[in-house]
T-cell receptor, first 111, second 114 residues
Framework: AQSVTQLGSHVSVSEGALVLLRCNYSSSVPPYLFWYVQYPNQGLQLLLKYTSAATLVKGINGFEAEFKKSETSFHLTKPSAHMSDAAEYFCAVRVRNKLIFGQGTELSVKP | NAGVTQTPKFQVLKTGQSMTLQCAQDMNHEYMSWYRQDPGMGLRLIHYSVGAGITDQGEVPNGYNVSRSTTEDFPLRLLSAAPSQTSVYFC?????????????FGQGTRLTVV
């Protein structure tokens, strides 16, 4: 069965520091992978998606993710954190029409 | 373009009461789904629909019913609310069978059952 694991339910970084949120997937077929962001009391918003066109995917707000088949990973990064990046981040894999989500990682940004 | 609209945004129910969470989308998406979000558990699929007149169960369907009479609307019914159904509920829609497209989410309904 296909699944997604996000390592670390909470990550804290200082403003200006590198953001790294980890996502590993299991899939028997080439995966379609997504990162969503959820700001407090809001719905989920798409950050970026991997659809096999390129292994390095750039998203909104300066985020990017690299698909590594050998490591079954799709980690999310941002070179320099901003206070406005504080939110919960979800990695998901699309299985036919269903989205299967990881447990989520809450990102805190310290001034 | 409103996207996915959920109502109400907040609701408090007493144990045993029933209610319907409304979801509507204006993007002509065939696929619609309901998730519940609980701390530390991500989003779990309750029910989904691949088109008008077709619905199916997801991972956590017990205590919930759905119907899909039109492409636009996908209401979620709680038959007899229980405290375990206290959660945040999200409706989502997407194109059917277009694997490289994303799902769009509503703003959520925060439900408390007392």
């Amino acid at each position: 069965a296909q699944s997604v694991t996000q390592l670390g339910s909470h990550v804290s970084v200082s403003e200006g520091a590198l953001v790294l949120l980890r996502c590993n997937y299991s899939s028997s077929v080439p995966p379609y992978l997504f990162w969503y962001v959820q700001y407090p009391n809001q719905g989920l918003q798409l950050l970026l998606k991997y659809t096999s066109a390129a292994t390095l995917v750039k998203g909104i707000n300066g985020f990017e993710a690299e698909f590594k088949k050998s490591e079954t990973s799709f980690h999310l990064t941002k070179p320099s954190a901003h206070m406005s990046d504080a939110a919960e981040y979800f990695c998901a894999v699309r299985v036919r029409n269903k989205l299967i989500f990881g447990q989520g990682t809450e990102l805190s940004v310290k001034p | 373009n409103a996207g996915v609209t959920q109502t109400p945004k907040f609701q408090v129910l007493k144990t045993g009461q029933s209610m319907t969470l409304q979801c509507a989308q204006d993007m002509n998406h065939e696929y619609m789904s309901w998730y519940r979000q609980d701390p530390g558990m991500g989003l779990r699929l309750i029910h989904y629909s691949v088109g008008a007149g077709i619905t199916d169960q997801g991972e956590v369907p017990n205590g919930y019913n759905v119907s899909r009479s039109t492409t636009e609307d996908f209401p979620l019914r709680l038959l007899s609310a229980a405290p375990s159904q206290t959660s945040v509920y999200f409706c989502a829609s997407s194109y059917r069978d277009r694997m490289n497209t994303e799902a769009f989410f509503g703003q959520g309904t925060r439900l408390t059952v007392v």
